[in-house]
């Protein structure tokens, strides 16, 4: 009992007392605020500590298994591995890391949407080749102006495909962080009035 009920206190508590140095922000609660977030931040890099360990242990399983992929198992290792040593000795800030960030991070971010980006036009198609509705066109239709709008063109075409990135590409991008901030203001919201158990072995 206590195991469910004490994580479900503890959240309504702190979210309450956030809640109000929000918006009543008095001398007592705007320090009780900042120190919780404070806090939240601290619990945030253990949390990223923990899935970082956790990376290592599933990929380093499955290279002692030596099963499929494990030589992807162990470019994931080895990356991880080097990447932490070297933010470590050389600083977040120095000219390797951000030389990692840069020649190695961003292009894999890139080649990542690419293949986010041809993966929706291609179910895009099936979509519409399932079912030919307005919905499945206009989704279709949707995800080829946006692959269409990141290649670099000159003239004419590289005017349109600049406005395709000027407005609905980023009146899409503002309505998905609109959508996020309201699932996770209503998320917040239910555990702070109990609705939704923070942690529970139901």
Known sequence: MLKRTLPTAVAISVGILV???????ISPLREVRLFLIQWAMVLGVFAFLLAFLHLLRVHLTRLGRRGKSWSTSL????SAISALLLVFTQGPTSLWSQHLIKDFLVPGESALLAITAVTLVLAGMRM????RTAGSALFLLITALMLVGTV??????GEIAGWIQRVPALAGMRGLLLGV???????GLRVVFGATRPHSDD
């Open 128 to 131: 519409l080749r399932a079912r």
């Open 181 to 187: 901030a309201l699932g996770t203001t209503m998320a």
């Open 75 to 78: 470019l994931v290792v080895l």
């Open 19 to 25: 809640l109000l140095g929000s918006f009543l922000p």
């Open 152 to 157: 670099p063109y000159v003239g004419i075409l």
